[in-house]
């Protein structure tokens, strides 16, 4: 099995980016698929989990109505849209599956992605 996020990258703050996460090795539309993110010297915490019934749990209030999951079963890919960034938005964004249910834990996840750097400048 294997996650691979992609779509990071440095963005000045108000702009936008869109990570992708593309799954291999596992039929997607089984799993729950979370995103993740973990600043430096900070824990890493649950963003959000799109469950397969295409639904997507919010875990992050600081996030809310500025970022976006959606999952594409046929493309075994999940997007994060990412909108008005801000500085403190910068950290490395994972993505990580559950086989049925969705969960902010992390270590409730079974597979995990490598991760990819989104740094905002002020």
């Known amino acids: 099995v294997q996650l691979q996020a992609s779509g990071g990258g440095l963005v000045q703050a108000g702009g936008s980016l869109r990570l992708s996460c593309v799954v291999s090795?596992?039929?997607?539309?089984?799993?729950?698929i979370a995103w993740f993110r973990q600043a430096p010297g900070k824990e890493r915490e649950g963003l959000s989990c799109?469950?397969?019934?295409?639904?997507?749990?919010d875990y992050q209030d600081s996030v809310k109505g500025r970022f976006a999951s959606a999952r594409d079963n046929a493309k075994n890919t999940v997007y994060l849209q990412m909108n008005s960034l801000k500085p403190e938005d910068t950290a490395v964004y994972y993505c990580?599956?559950?086989?049925?249910?969705?969960?902010?834990?992390?270590?409730?996840?079974?597979?995990w992605g490598k991760g990819t750097l989104v740094t905002v400048s002020s």
């Open positions: 990580a599956v559950r086989k049925y249910t969705c969960s902010s834990y992390r270590t409730a996840m079974r597979y």
């Open positions: 090795g596992l039929t997607l539309e089984s799993y729950g």
């Open positions: 799109t469950g397969t019934d295409g639904r997507t749990i």
